[in-house]
């Protein structure tokens, strides 16, 4: 009886090491974290140099490094989404659609429409940042120090 019991005690012991070792960290589960880490990704995409219209490379590095940055940008709201409790899901999913509004500007760059697809992504850049100030006055409403 002793044997059979000690085998049922060390298998569940170990499930619960093995679980609770797996349990999400408070810490990244924080709205105010969160929203710093989305602050980030929005202030690197800002800080993007604009499109290079100098040769057909440096235009093709220039809509790949933006579109990498939309791409962080949607990812950092997709976290903050799952730690918002829906509390925050319309201004997210505004801004969530201007960064998706940018990468699809992005993704029929050429370099021959390059004259006529900068202002395009400026525009679409101008609406993620509105969108991103609503987000960011809502949020500050729960963050204030945020």
Known sequence: MWRSTRFRIVPAAMVIALVSGCAPDPAGQDLCAQYADVKAAAEEFRAAPPLSTDNAEDFQASVDELRERADTVSDQL?????????????????VRQRAAEVKQSLAVATYEAAATLGPQVEAAQEELDAAFAQLDQRVQTQCPAG
């Open 78 to 94: 997709d976290q903050l989404q799952q730690v918002s409790e829906g509390r925050l899901d319309t201004a997210i999913s505004s």
